[in-house]
């Protein structure tokens, strides 16, 4: 069956590290991957969008890399600051799976001072 | 910068009661989703939306849940006869071109349903 792993435990680094998440997926072969943030109550907001043909993408201090091969994502984001502090969704957009998003469960991440 | 924007915030409604969520995507997308997300769980595709027809519509999506896009500006979603287990927070998300071109969608901060 087709799914997509993030890992359900809350992630807590200190400030000023680096903060890294996974998401694995199998029985797809995603066109590309999103990753959102979600703030408690509030929709989810876009971050970042990488595609198959891309192994890593960046934006300030996000990185996004894009395994193929090995089925995963990961997202990191450097120099983490308590403001990063949310879940992150990692979702994917299938080859011929339509005109939708499949999301993850979402890695809820905390920075502490 | 431009946002959708959806009301009510929050929804009660006794079971069997129809409900309908409104939203209002950004001016120049034309493409237009319901996702939904039951409390501690993850956000699942609900419908798409293009050009005043439905697109794509998962297996949740059964015959009590309807879309309409009743005028240049709003898209809603109505829920016929409310059940117990339609309880979640209902988001809106809008897009400028179809997602599968590679387009991040852009969520409301959605509606949160709850029904008695």
């Known amino acids: 069956s087709q799914k997509i792993e993030q890992n359900s435990e809350a992630l807590n680094i200190q400030e000023g590290k680096t903060a890294t998440l996974t998401c694995n997926y199998t029985?797809?072969?995603?066109?590309?991957l999103q990753w959102y943030r979600q703030d408690p109550g509030r929709g989810p907001v876009f971050l970042l969008l990488i595609r198959e043909n891309e192994k890593e993408k960046r934006k300030e201090r996000l990185k996004v890399t894009f395994d193929t091969t090995l089925k995963q994502s990961l997202f990191h984001i450097t120099a983490s600051q308590p403001a990063d502090s949310a879940t992150y969704l990692c979702?994917?957009?299938?080859?011929?799976?339509?005109?939708?998003?499949?999301f993850g469960t979402g890695t809820q991440l905390k920075v502490e001072l | 910068e431009p946002e959708v924007t959806q009301t009510p915030s929050h929804q009660v409604t006794q079971m069997g009661q129809e409900v309908i969520l409104r939203c209002v995507p950004i001016?120049?997308?034309?493409?237009f989703y319901w996702y939904r997300q039951i409390l501690g769980q993850k956000v699942e595709f609900l419908v798409s939306?293009?050009?005043?027809?439905?697109?794509?519509k998962s297996e949740i999506f059964d015959d009590q849940f309807s879309v309409e896009r009743p005028d240049g500006s709003n898209f809603t979603l109505k829920i016929r006869s409310t059940k117990l287990e339609d309880s979640a927070m209902y988001f809106c998300?809008?897009?400028?071109?179809?997602?599968?071109?590679?387009?991040?969608?852009?969520f409301g901060d959605g509606t949160r349903l709850s029904i008695l």
């Open positions: 998300a809008s897009s400028e071109e179809d997602i599968r071109q590679g387009q991040p969608q852009h």
């Open positions: 029985n797809y072969s995603p066109a590309y």
């Open positions: 939306f293009y050009n005043n027809e439905i697109s794509e």
């Open positions: 001016s120049n997308h034309l493409y």
């Open positions: 979702a994917l957009c299938p080859t011929g799976g339509g005109n939708k998003l499949t």
